[in-house]
């Protein structure tokens, strides 16, 4: 019999020639793994073992480990490393993340990182730094190949040679005027296909999407899903191109937006992340809505309370109380994420939502007519009470049809205000369903008290 002894990790292997003192073993372990190995081995490795990993490194091989660990590792090696390694870092990335890298650190560590950088990296990044954070002025990267629209095919070519080592993840290129405006674009493929004597006017290709610099980071995910894009040219007012995005940028906000969204669905706030916040912190993010979750079943307690002669006369309308607020809650929450996902990738409209509205109202009424049939022969079956099967099955469909337009609207209605509607979901939608819910069933419940008995 074998067994089957997977090798330690990275990490594991490192702390073990470290505790032997095996410097000589430990430079050559590290390089020969690949850089995604380092930066996944940075999530369990403490600030001191990273640092000597990226001393060990070649320049270049630690820029791009230090450019591609997540933020809060990011801010930590940025802290402990000294300003002319850090420099030395930077001038070897991409320009988007060499300013994201100098925008971890204060104003004054900035500026003289920023003075220790070559001239031309040091413009470069001082004129990223001035776009706001999450939006495409804030992903695009300023090194790309812009060639002059009369150009011939061979001359483009020979001119991507000649920059080969200043243009990483080459997918098109961008096609300008003499005032650098973009006219159009060229995959690189149609490029080596095309005759060598063709000028780019010819053979370019309409650009079908561009952003601006100001332009905020979901919608430039959202173009990138629309066209199916690898690469999108950031233009400013004056169309005159000035940088552009990668897919590999847009990936890494597709995942940020949606580990956002997921925290507030779950009620949670804006937490930045898990390792970047302090006790306290993420304390103060999630009470607020634990306060108002709690709010909500003090709410229905007095409810409960003003309808305690009904309960009292017919004790099995407590019975279902659990049930109407976990449905009310349950869809409530469907109908909002449904919403706020199709708000987020554009299926949505927030400024046209009446057709999104009146086809959740048609699905609220199928599902609550299914509903209410179910309780009303389960609640048949069960009590032996015509009255009370209606009350309970009429209640249910009434709140599925309530729960559902809240779900829907409450997010479109957040969205006409400029808030995030993520902020709509969670306990807010599921402690109001819950109230309403509660009030809809004790009401119908003492008006008809008399036939209950």
């Known amino acids: 019999m074998s067994l089957d002894v997977s090798p330690p990790h990275f990490e594991d292997r490192v702390r073990a020639l470290l505790a032997k003192g095996d410097t000589d073993a430990l430079h050559r372990l590290v390089r020969k793994v690949s850089t995604a190995e380092i930066e996944e081995a940075f999530e369990f490795l403490d600030t001191e073992e990273c640092q000597l990993i990226l001393d060990i490194l070649d320049t270049e091989t630690a820029a791009e480990v230090l450019g591609g660990v997540d933020e809060h590792i990011q801010e930590d090696l940025t802290d402990a490393l000294s300003e002319r390694k850090l420099a030395d870092l930077v001038e070897e990335m991409d320009s988007d993340e060499a300013a994201d890298t100098v925008r971890l650190l204060e104003d004054d560590e ?97 650009t079908e999407a561009w952003a601006t610099p100001g332009m905020d980071q979901e919608e430039v995910a959202n173009l990138f899903r629309k066209y199916d894009l690898v690469s999108l040219p950031v233009i400013d007012g004056d169309d005159k191109l000035v940088g552009r995005i990668t897919v590999d940028d847009v990936l890494d906000v597709m995942e940020e937006e ?58 099995e309308l407590a019975f279902f109380v659990p049930v109407i607020m976990a449905l009310a809650g349950n869809i409530g929450i469907q109908s909002s994420t449904i ?62 049809l309530w729960a559902t337009l809240t779900g829907t609207v409450i997010p479109m209605v957040f969205t006409r205000f400029g808030i995030d509607p993520a902020y709509a979901t969670g306990p807010f939608v599921t402690t109001t369903n819950d109230i309403v819910a509660l009030t809809i069933y004790l009401a119908i419940a003492w008006r008809f008290r008399h036939i209950l008995v």
């Open 110 to 206: 900035q500026e003289r990182v920023l003075d220790l950088l070559e001239d031309e990296t040091e413009e470069e990044v001082r004129t990223l730094l001035q776009h706001e954070e999450d939006t495409a002025g804030d992903l695009m990267m300023v090194e790309l190949a812009a060639i002059h629209e009369q150009a011939l095919v061979a001359e483009a070519i020979e001119m991507l040679r000649e920059n080969a080592d200043d243009i990483k993840r080459l997918y098109n290129v961008y096609v300008v005027d003499s005032e650098r405006r973009l006219k159009g674009e060229l995959p690189l493929r149609d490029m080596v296909l095309a005759r060598p004597g063709m000028p780019l006017q010819a053979v370019m290709s309409a």
């Open 258 to 315: 949606a580990s956002e969204d997921l925290s507030r669905l779950a009620g949670l706030g804006s937490e930045d992340s898990f390792h970047a916040l302090g006790i306290f912190r993420l304390s103060r993010e999630r009470l607020p809505w634990l306060i108002l979750g709690l709010g909500g079943g003090l709410v229905s307690g007095r409810i409960l309370q003003g309808f305690e002669t009904s309960l009292s006369t017919v004790l």
């Open 339 to 400: 919403i706020v996902r199709g708000l987020a990738t554009g299926e949505v409209k927030g400024d046209a939502p009446w057709p999104r509205i009146r086809r959740e109202i048609l699905v609220s009424i199928f599902n609550g007519a299914v509903i209410g049939m179910l309780t009303f022969g389960v609640v048949w079956f069960w009590l032996q009470s015509l009255p009370l099967a209606l009350l309970i099955s009429s209640t249910m469909m009434l709140v599925v």
